[in-house]
């Protein structure tokens, strides 16, 4: 009967230190985002859901001149005025998405990290599923 080791036995038995894999994970992590937001380009492709969050944004900003654009934000604006908050900084909302899914990317690939070390014994294995779910999130389903 297989059990699955903890994070932390999969931390040690895969180099002796815990920290440097983390550390590593999180550059390779970085790199996969990196390459992701660069293969995208200037102009990747967009969804209905896209421009209707871009549209958000332009009413957000439009709604609130003085910048405080944190009084729209409840569970359903909350991407809108993240986007608005960007695209001052920015601005173009397709940088700032871009931004956004590189931040996710790399958070969503090292809490995968741990969700998948549960169920593999070696952490060639684990990493190697986590880089194959980034194609998904990263490039939809599709990919």
């Known amino acids: 009967m297989y059990i699955a080791p903890s994070v932390r036995e999969t931390a040690v038995n895969s180099g002796g230190n815990p920290r440097w894999s983390w550390t590593a994970s999180l550059l390779l992590y970085a790199i ?32 609130r001149p003085d910048g405080d654009y944190w009084r729209e934000s409840n569970s359903v604006r909350f ?44 952490r060639w294995q684990t990493v190697l599923f986590v880089i194959l779910s980034g194609f998904a999130v990263s490039f939809g389903f599709s990919s």
């Not at 390459?35 to 102009?43: D, H, L, R, T």
């Not at 700032?96 to 590189?102: D, G, P």
């Open 32 to 63: 996969f985002a990196a390459v992701v937001f660069i293969v995208q380009g200037s102009q990747p492709q967009l969804g209905p859901d896209h421009i209707t969050y871009f549209q958000l944004a332009d009413s957000i900003i439009d709604a």
């Open 79 to 122: 991407f809108g005025v993240l986007l608005a908050y960007l695209h001052t900084w920015t601005g173009s909302h397709v940088l700032s998405t871009k931004i956004v899914l590189a931040v996710t990317t790399v958070l969503y690939l090292l809490s995968a990290e741990l969700l998948f070390g549960l169920f593999t014994s070696a």
